[in-house]
């Protein structure tokens, strides 16, 4: 069994516990865990990783996109689930997170927590642009997965945009559309 630590500990704002940001602690989407190709996700997320930035620890998984992959964005955008910018994604999280915190202080539980939304990145953002990427895989802890694309931001953005659509960062915010992106990376 692999034992790679692909992220380092942190604590999530919204119980204030630490997270160990080891990606076999990850509780990947239940549709991804029940899926036959659920270990062979498992597995290219814990072995095809590298520094997400130069002097960082925290490594991301990466990935050739695939025409799988492209339909999965493609579809996941055509049914809305695709948010665009680390700036909106920022913005969505953290309203996300208030919610979540609400409804667990109102019943008194707190639920479990899975990758519910997935960053999929462009290959060609300055430094500064992923140090702001870590920043936001630290804050929001284990509910959210980068996969860095060996891809710039003209061809990630063309594939949902058109020619002149650039996009460094998309997220993938909702459950059923981050279990299609991931189970799509099985492809070869």
Not at 53 to 63: F, I, N, R
Not at 70 to 82: D, E, F, I, T
Not at 153 to 169: I, P, V
């Amino acid at each position: 069994m692999v034992n790679k630590t692909v992220m380092k500990k942190s604590t999530t704002e919204a119980d204030n516990q630490p997270f160990q940001w080891n990606i076999l602690s990850l509780r990947l989407p239940r549709l991804v865990e029940a899926h036959p190709g659920g270990q062979q996700v498992l597995h290219i997320l814990t072995t095809q990783t590298r520094p997400l930035w130069p002097q960082t620890e925290l490594e991301v998984p990466m990935a050739t996109l695939s025409a799988r992959m492209g339909a999965a964005l493609r579809s996941a955008h055509n049914a809305g689930h695709v948010v665009r910018s680390l700036e909106s994604a920022e913005r969505i999280l953290a309203a996300q997170e208030r919610g979540l915190g609400l409804v667990d202080r109102h019943s008194g539980v707190t639920r479990g927590v899975r990758v519910s939304r997935l960053l999929v990145l462009a290959d060609d953002g300055a430094e500064r642009f992923y140090r702001q990427v870590e920043r936001l895989l630290r804050r929001y802890g284990p509910r959210v997965l980068a996969v860095r694309i060996y891809a710039d931001a003209d061809a990630l953005g063309e594939l949902l945009f058109g020619t002149k659509g650039r996009a460094r960062l998309l997220m993938l915010n909702h459950k059923e559309a981050v279990s299609a992106f991931l189970l799509a990376m099985t492809d070869p």
